[in-house]
């Protein structure tokens, strides 16, 4: 008969009873409650492997019991493989692989606290299942990624890590719009749109683009042709023309397919194309949290604490950004997107549905013809595209700089 509190005993077999509940002694003295089963492997030896939750303890203190150890957790046992089961069936393209290398790594550093409480060594997952159990987790990211960029129909999102077994990131949620915070409202009603059959063609005084003091900011192929810094005005959803209309480009979404892939160089994720880009080609949108500049300021602090920041200004007019996006919990694939010091995207300030100066959407043209299979990079510092003020810059301590271009400034920031 299972006993309710549930009795473990520690890896390597030294006899200590690691129980469930704190008030039942074990001849040991050394007691542990478990909290869950959050985790499931099976080695080449056919050998089943638990991770287990301990309460009390963070999840980066998590450890991978024998079943064998787990005497007394069967109920939770079934409840996790119930679970498994369920999330397998709605998972069509679900695969599990699991290997055993031959040599093991060191004990993670992570267990260093448990393991002087049990005076054992516990033995580390291998690094082939850990990178299993990555690739499972990273292919249901991807998945999400593709699924939220439905709406749009934006070209294919691919996850790879072939340098470790990082997973999806934390705290991190994809977006493809603003999301304002707190109390601001983004209006998306323009008052006006143009009455054009042919923007190209025909668009005269009354177009979006002169009607708003501007100019015709794409060639017919949807390649931007003013220069940074120059305002894009896009048709609008009151305009007479079509959604093929050549003066609507950033709000198609993103057209070219990307990896978001582990770099080898210590820069994290990174976002590769995996399409040629012709020079001048629209290729994503920095999308994020629409913040006040006193929550930016708040938020800036942390991130300085971090030695990395995700706040981009929203500063078209000189002297003027009371809101700033904050790409850091939530975003798009720009989110993964490293700086360089000779980049191969620039910003540009587009106006859509919103023609609010003080907002303009933030987008991300190539300023050379990038080949397929080349990282997509930008200068954090933006100098000269959105404007040429120093105001632009993110708001964090010297950082330096790891693009390794000949050009390369020293510092991002």
């Known amino acids: 008969m299972e006993d309710n509190a549930g009795k473990i005993l520690s890896a390597g077999g ?46 980066d203190q998590n450890t991978w019991e024998p079943k064998d150890n787990l005497t007394g957790c069967n109920k939770r046992i079934k409840k996790f493989h119930k679970h498994l089961k369920i999330e397998k069936l709605n998972r069509k393209q679900y695969k599990r692989k699991r290997q055993r290398s031959e040599e093991h790594l060191e004990m993670s550093k992570k267990f260093a606290k448990l393991e002087s409480l049990v005076d054992h060594e516990l033995m580390p997952l291998d690094f082939a299942a850990k990178r299993a159990l990555a690739k499972r987790s990273l292919q249901k990211w991807e998945d999400d990624m593709n699924m939220t960029s439905k709406p749009k129909k934006e070209a294919k999102i691919i996850v790879e890590n072939d340098v470790d077994a990082e997973g999806p990131p934390q705290d991190f949620t994809y977006i493809i719009d603003y999301k304002a915070v707190g109390e601001l409202e983004i209006p998306k009603d323009p008052l006006v749109g143009c009455e054009c059959e042919d ?39 009151r305009c007479r023309c079509g959604p093929r209309c050549p003066n609507r480009v950033v709000q198609r979404g993103r057209r070219f397919k990307v990896s978001v892939f582990r770099t080898n160089n210590g820069c994290g994720w990174g976002v590769k194309t995996l399409q040629d880009i012709k020079k001048n080609s629209f290729v994503m949108e920095y999308v994020g949290e629409v913040i006040s500049n006193e929550e930016a300021e708040r938020r800036g602090r942390v991130y300085d604490a971090n030695g990395r920041t995700y706040l981009f200004d929203l500063d078209y007019n000189d002297g003027d950004c009371p809101f700033t996006v904050d790409a850091g919990r939530y975003g798009n694939v720009s989110h993964f997107v490293n700086h360089s010091c000779d980049p191969n995207l620039v910003v540009y ?7 609010d100066p003080r907002l303009p959407r933030i987008a991300l043209f190539a300023c050379r013809d990038i080949a397929a299979g080349e990282e997509l990079t930008f200068d954090y510092q933006m100098t000269g595209e959105i404007n040429s003020s120093d105001s632009a810059a993110p708001k964090l301590q010297p950082i330096k700089c790891m693009c390794g271009t000949e050009e390369c400034r020293g510092f991002l920031f």
């Open 14 to 59: 030294g006899g200590k009873e690691l129980t469930m509940e704190k008030d039942e002694a074990t001849p040991s003295g050394e007691e542990y409650e478990v909290e869950a089963v959050v985790d499931y492997v099976k080695d080449e030896a056919g050998k089943e492997w638990y991770q287990v939750k301990w309460k009390g303890y963070p999840t």
């Open 199 to 237: 923007c190209y063609e025909d668009g005269g005084p009354q177009c979006c683009p002169k009607n708003s003091g501007s100019h015709n900011p794409y060639h017919k192929n949807g390649r931007v042709k003013v220069p940074p810094g120059t305002p894009i005005y896009e048709c609008n959803k």
């Open 349 to 355: 300030g587009v106006w859509i549905d919103t023609l």
